[in-house]
Nanobody, 124 residues
Framework: QVPLVESGGGLVQAGDSLRLSCATS????????VGWFRQAPGKEREFVAA??????GTYYADSVKGRCTISRDEDTVYLHMNNLKPMHTAVYYCAADSDVAARAMAVRVARDNWGQGTQVAVSS
């Protein structure tokens, strides 16, 4: 289990942008595929986006295509979200796996040991 810390959330207005960060202290983080997930109030956790090891590929949920961009550097994975709407209010989480491509993260929502996540609240 890779220890991850999410940050960058906050209270924003509709139309604003945010960049979320998923950071770790492990030395070989760039060898992991990392995914972002979110859980809105009263709803199940869902997949948002994922990026392969070494940024060799990305995969997005249909609901965020064109509005979100996932990227990474050596020890952090970012989720840049544009044109936020109240429906995007949720706690955003990240998770890392070492044996899958980005596309497969979309079905890896059921996990133990989620981190605290970062809260995104979008006001109208």
């Amino acid at each position: 289990q890779v220890p991850l810390v999410e940050s960058g959330g906050g209270l924003v207005q509709a139309g604003d942008s945010l960049r979320l960060s998923c950071a770790t202290s492990v030395d070989n983080f760039n060898t992991y595929t990392v995914g972002w997930f979110r859980q809105a109030p009263g709803k199940e956790r869902e997949f948002v986006a994922a990026i392969n090891w070494g940024a060799s590929g990305t995969y997005y949920a249909d609901s965020v295509k064109g509005r979100c961009t996932i990227s990474r550097d050596e020890d952090t994975v970012y989720l840049h979200m544009n044109n936020l709407k109240p429906m995007h209010t949720a706690v955003y989480y990240c998770a890392a796996d070492s044996d899958v491509a980005a596309r497969a993260m979309a079905v890896r929502v059921a996990r133990d040991n989620w981190g605290q996540g970062t809260q995104v609240a979008v006001s109208s």
